[in-house]
Structures are given as C-alpha cells and as structure tokens.
C-alpha cells in the first residue's frame, strides 16, 4: 500500500499514453533546461495556439517542475518564441525566412539563437498548425532527455493525408477492433461531447494525424443522413483546431438505401445529383470535411460493378460531388471477388491497372501494404509502381488483426517499414514504395498513409499497454517515412515508461525482435492466411469448405509433395506483376527470399534450405524460433521490474504469458497439420506438440473480440 502511494509511477494506467510530460529527475538535464526556458513568448491569437499554449506550459511545468510564465517580450535570455512570422514579430525578426520556405504549410522550424544579445528557442511555422507540431516536436525532444544546445530542427511531413481509419460500427462494436467498444458515442452525440475526444485529437495531432475516417468500410449509409451528420459535425468541430479533418465511408448503394432512388448506378442522373445534393448538406455543417472513403464491389459491399460499371466510373461520382469543396475520394483498391477464378493475388492489379489515367484528380487509390491482406507476412502490393497517373495511398493495419489482437506484443513498424523501403523497380533500381506513396515519383500532388485505428474504449486507448507504440508508430512514419523503427521505438519507450538506459536498450531489442517472432510462429517461410475463419483468432490451417478465397487451403496448398502457392509462371503467375528483377527473383527458387518462398513456390517437403536443413525441418526450425523469441521477450521483460510501475509491468507480463501459450498452439497446430502432408517427425531437439491435431481442430472460441456479436448467429 505504501508504495502506491509513495510511488506516482504506480498509479500509470496508460491513458496519458506517450504524452506524460514526466519530471526530468537527472539533475544535469534540469539545469540545463531550466536555464534555456525561462519565460514562454506566444501570441494565441487562434484555437490552435491555445492549444499550443496549454500544451507547452502543462508540458514545462510537469517536465521541469516549474512554471514557466508567460511574457509579453523576449526582454530576457531564455525565452522560448512561438508563432509565425506574421503573428509574432521576434519571429519574424529572427529572419528565418529561408528555412520556413521549405517547411511548408505543416512543418516548423526549432532553433536556439542569440538575438539582440539574448538566448532564445524558437519555434516557428508558417501556419497556426505547424506551430502546434513544432511544440509537440519540442516537448518530444524534451520528454526524450536530448541537448538544447545548437538546437537547429526543421521537419515537414512526407505525406499530406495522414489518416486513422476506424473501423467503427454505429452500434459502437467495432470490427477488428481489440481494445473495447468505439470511442464514438453516436447515442449521446452531439449534445455530450466526451472529454476523450479531445486527449484523441491531441494524440493524433503530437504525431502529425490529421485526418481521421470515423466510421467502418464495410458502412452503413444512416451516417450519411441528417440525424448523424449533426453527431460527426460536433466531432468535427472539436478536431478542427488540432488539424484534423473528418471523411465518413459512403455505402454506395445509399441512394437507394436513404436517397429513396430505385438505383446506385453512377452514370444515372438522378444518383449523381443525389450525391452532389449530399455533398452539399455535408458541407453546409462541415466546410472542412475531408471526403469520402469508399470500399466497393469488395467482401459482399456494393459498387459500380453491380451495374455493370467501372472502379473509376464509380469512385469519379463521389469525386465530382465533393471537388467543388476540396474534399476527395480515397478508393481502396482491396477488390477481389470468389467468382473470379483467378489468384485472389491478382485481382486489384487486373481490375485496377487498366484504369491507371480514369480517375479524377481528387481521387487518390489506397492500397494495403500486400496483395493478399493484412498478414504478418507478405510481399508488397504490385500495384505500388504500376499505376503513375494515380495517387496511390498505402494502407497498414495498426490493429492486429493477424498479429494476436491485442494479446500479442508485436511492434509494427519493421512491417510498415518493410513495404515502405521496398524497391518496385518501376524507374530502375532505387524506386521504393515510400516514394510512390509520398507522390514525390510521379510528381503527385495528393499523396497519403492510412493506418487501421487499434483505438477503442480500453482505458490505455488500445488494449496491450505495447499496442499504443504502433499508433504511435504510424504517425511518426505517416509524417516521415525516413525514420527507423529503432529510432521511433526509442522515443515512444522513452516517453512512455522511461529514460534509463539500460530498460530503453533492452525493452527497444525487445520491441525489434517482435514482429519477426510472431511471423515465425504464426506463418513462416511465407505462408499466409492459415489463421481460424472468421474471426481470425489462432491457428486455422485446416479451414476448407464454403468460399474458397477465405480458407486456408487456398494459400498454403500442402499436399504430399510439398507445400506454397505456385506464383511462378508456371502457377497463377502473380509474379509477373512485378517488375524486373524483383518478378525473376521472385521466380526462382534459388534466388526468392525464403522469408517469401512458399508465398510464390510450391517446394517439396525434402527441399534443401539454405540452412541446409529440409523445407520440413526447417518450418519446424521457425516455429520453435518463434516461441523461443517469445520466451526471450518474456525474460527480457522480467529483467526490467525496477524500471516499470507494477500495474503496466504486471499488465504487460500476463499478456506475454498468453502470447507464449497461444505461440506453443500456432507452432503445435499447424506442424501437427502439414505433418499429415509431409508425413515426417518433428525433429527430437524440439517441444513435442502438447495435444492431437483433432484437439486443436476442435476448439471453438466464441465472442472473440472484432466481431459484431450478430456475426455469430
Ligand atoms: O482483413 C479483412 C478483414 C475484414 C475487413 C477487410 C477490409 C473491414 O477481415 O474485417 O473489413 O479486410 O479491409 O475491408
């Protein structure tokens, strides 16, 4: 008991996530920080400046342990200087005329120059909003323990639409969701307006998000009418100042739906004046409104196809409607259909690629980061390169949908990154997916990521006291894609728990080595979707029967002779989406990255690896690595007690006892599976599996979470 009291870091419950502002206790650090900032100069002439204002002071009187007044005039060293040149007129004497020209609408300048004789931090933008990134961007710097001295930053982000997608269902459920119900309160919006939604906006806004789709893709057109307009306006209203805009998902049949039309279809005037009307209503509350997200003709949502119509036929009828605004059309290219017999691999690429030129210039293309879904492995989408006339977006999936809910530690940016530094090959050598994503290739002039929110009602915001890193994560790659997973791990480790170093080296490899451990025990070597039907949670290696495209039997064609899907030319030829020479890597056996093999070859059981050891023996090998990597993490983390308050610690060290015991289940079931196939022993140095495969075959889980209860009927 007396601990808890004495100790504050036992009362952390990690809703302040990385935005804790806790004191700077090394005495050195102190001192120098408190004789850089001794007064703060700001001009809150706008809603976003307050913000900025509140942020900065809260932030140095938590950091420093002193207030730091307000002054009217830099008249002493120390002052720390924010605001544009136009609202700020130190600003606009500290000449930094140059430096704020290439920062752009959204960057900021930070610098520590004498002026006048005196010691000053500048913070500088063009814009109120890049005034409020540049003080989160200080207030990082200072949360991480770095120097103030030659303090000379200038940062712009990459990509202009840096976007949440909830996947948030009306009724509050939200798909895919782990972390609790949505966060949106329809029932009570807009008269009640939930102080979260603020601490939402700031998080987002400390990380560069600024734009957010409330709703889900799978969507239900009620939220187009005017009883919920009124509820996103309130939200609207709230997020402005932080620099974030609202889009919703547009269900494309609600014309029909809520329009009273007899038809959806895109060419008929009737829709398209339907729509322009909607737009108009939409804007009428909301004049910032972003636009529209839209998943068509994909897993059962209507489309244009359903009248014989084209992606950018329909996507341009959306796009139209909102353009007079500024608003645009994000269309996701997940598109695949079970009545295409064709490589489900395939399908966006065939479907999408002809229309590369047909969309309008408000429509921007959002794709997932591999072909298939949201694996825990898979080659980059071949889309990135082969469509230079459209914007493309990349989409990740920040909750884990494949990557153990929000059970399972696994840190997400070596994945987002994967797919980001990736080379497409589309200009020659050098022409990765990050520069096709950031328009800088083509000469685009939208461009942007969208991350799958992992946000629900949780107190800690995202259910695994880790999970909140990949949001984090998102952000800081969203702004710049340059940054390294090691470096982001760091800030968010540091920020979020501490500055000692030996729990930062520790608790970063940990982080590092997660996602490769769950690649491992879940779909190694390149497999992928082997997991249960439906709500995806654990091993499903077996699932056959009913739609096709959605068994595992699918992917992993495990036969007697061996297992993988053939990609080659000599299979579904998906290879040949890619350019050379990644297609001709990819075609050979001898030169494919074995982290992919069985995602593009079928191999023989008896297949000798580069290891030396068998194809079999070596699935054996990676799924025992990976629950090795988890017993590794696990002692890591029990080596770290003294630096964690002991709820998070405990949190963390019970959840890490269910990723061991669900990786054993993942390794267990699934060579206890392609074992009837290869019909050879697992090797004697390794676990033996604990159950019989009919035990694992058997287990039905119910409620998983992610999944509207309805689904289970
Ligand atoms: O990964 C799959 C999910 C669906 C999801 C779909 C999509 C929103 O299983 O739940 O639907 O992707 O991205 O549209």
Same mark, same amino acid.
């Given at each position: 008991m007396n601990r808890v009291v004495k100790n504050q870091r036992n009362l952390e419950d990690g809703y302040q996530l990385w935005l804790r502002y806790a004191p700077v206790t090394d005495a050195p650090t102190l001192t120098a920080y408190r004789t850089a900032i001794t007064q703060i100069m700001i001009n809150a002439s706008s809603a976003t400046l307050s913000i900025a204002q509140e942020e900065i002071e809260a932030g140095l009187e938590r950091l420093l342990g002193v207030t730091v007044p307000l002054a009217k005039q830099p008249d002493r060293s120390g002052t720390l200087v924010i605001g544009t040149p136009h609202n700020n007129h130190v600003i606009a004497e500290l000449k930094l005329g140059q430096a704020l020209d290439q920062v752009g609408d959204e960057g900021f300048v930070i610098v520590r120059t004498v002026f006048q004789g005196n010691d000053y931090i500048a913070i500088a933008a063009n814009t109120d909003i890049g005034n409020l990134y540049g003080v989160f961007h200080f207030l990082r710097h200072l949360q991480t323990h770095k120097p103030l001295h030659d303090l000379n930053i200038s940062s712009s982000p990459k990509t202009k639409l840096r976007m949440l997608n909830h996947w948030d269902n009306l009724d509050r459920t939200v798909e895919r969701g782990y972390a609790g119900f949505s966060l949106w309160d329809w029932h009570k919006l807009p008269d009640y307006i939930s102080p979260q939604y603020k601490d939402y906006a700031r998080a987002n806004a400390s990380v560069g998000i #600024?734009?957010? +789709? !409330?709703? #889900? +893709? #799978?969507? #239900?057109?009620?939220? !187009?009418?005017k009883q919920y307009l009124v509820k996103v306006a309130a939200l609207a209203d709230l997020f402005r100042p932080y620099g974030i805009r609202v889009f919703l998902t547009a269900r494309f049949s609600a014309p029909v739906e809520i329009?009273? !039309?007899?038809?959806?279809?895109?060419?008929e005037p009737d829709v398209i004046a339907w729509w322009q009307k909607k737009a108009d209503e939409i804007y009428e509350l909301i004049p910032d409104f972003g636009g529209f997200l839209v998943k068509a003709n994909s897993e059962g949502q209507p489309g244009p196809h359903d009248y014989g119509r084209s992606h950018s036929e329909g996507a341009n009828l959306l796009a139209d409607a909102v353009a007079p605004k500024g608003g645009v059309v994000i269309w996701r290219a997940f598109v695949y259909d079970e009545n295409i017999p064709d490589d489900r691999a395939k399908q966006a690429y065939d479907d999408l690629v002809p229309q590369d030129g047909m969309f309008r210039e408000n429509v921007l293309l959002q794709v997932k980061n591999g072909p298939i879904d949201f694996q825990p492995r898979e080659p980059y989408h071949p889309l990135f390169g082969a469509m230079p006339k459209t914007p493309l977006m990349l989409e990740v999936q920040i909750t884990q949908e494949y990557l153990g809910c929000a059970t399972h530690l696994v840190y997400l940016a070596p994945l987002f990154k994967e797919t980001l530094d990736a080379d497409t090959y589309c200009y020659g050598p050098g022409s990765l997916v990050a520069d096709v994503v950031d328009g800088s290739l083509d000469k685009h002039v939208v461009s942007g990521m969208a991350g799958v929110s992992n946000i629900g009602t949780d107190r800690n915001w995202c259910g695994h006291p880790f999970a909140a890193a990949n949001w984090f994560a998102f952000g800081r790659l969203a702004w710049d894609h340059r940054a390294t997973s090691e470096d982001i791990a760091e800030d968010w480790l540091r920020m979020t728990f501490t500055n000692e170093d030996r729990f930062v080296g520790l608790a970063k490899a940990m982080m590092i080595e997660s996602r490769e451990a769950a690649v491992n025990y879940m779909t190694p070597l390149g497999l992928h979707h082997i997991m249960a039907r439906d709500h995806h949670y654990g091993p499903g290696p077996w699932v056959k029967g009913g739609r096709a495209d959605w068994t595992s039997i699918y992917y992993h064609r495990a036969d007697s002779t061996g297992i993988g899907f053939d990609r080659t030319p000599a299979g579904s030829d998906a290879v040949s989406h890619y350019f050379s020479p990644y297609r001709e890597q990819l075609s050979s056996r001898d030169t494919c990255p074995e982290e992919l093999l069985l995602w593009v070859h079928h191999i023989p059981w008896q297949y000798t690896m580069k290891s030396g050891r068998t194809l079999w023996d070596e699935l054996c090998f990676k799924y025992n690595s990976g629950v090795e990597s988890v017993r590794h993490m696990q002692q890591t983390w029990d080596s770290l007690a003294e630096f964690v308050d002991v709820a998070r610690f405990e949190h963390v060290k019970g959840l890490l006892e269910i990723q061991e015991k669900e990786a054993r289940w993942w390794r267990d079931a699934c060579l206890l599976y392609f074992q009837t196939f290869s019909k050879l022993p697992i090797p004697p140095e390794y676990e033996q599996p604990a159950e019989s495969l009919k035990y694992y075959q058997a287990l039905t889980h119910y409620y998983v979470p992610g999944i509207p209860e309805r689904r289970f009927g």
């Open positions: #600024n734009g957010t +789709v !409330l709703t #889900n +893709v #799978n969507a #239900n057109a009620l939220i !187009l009418t329009g009273k !039309l007899d038809t959806a279809d895109p060419l």
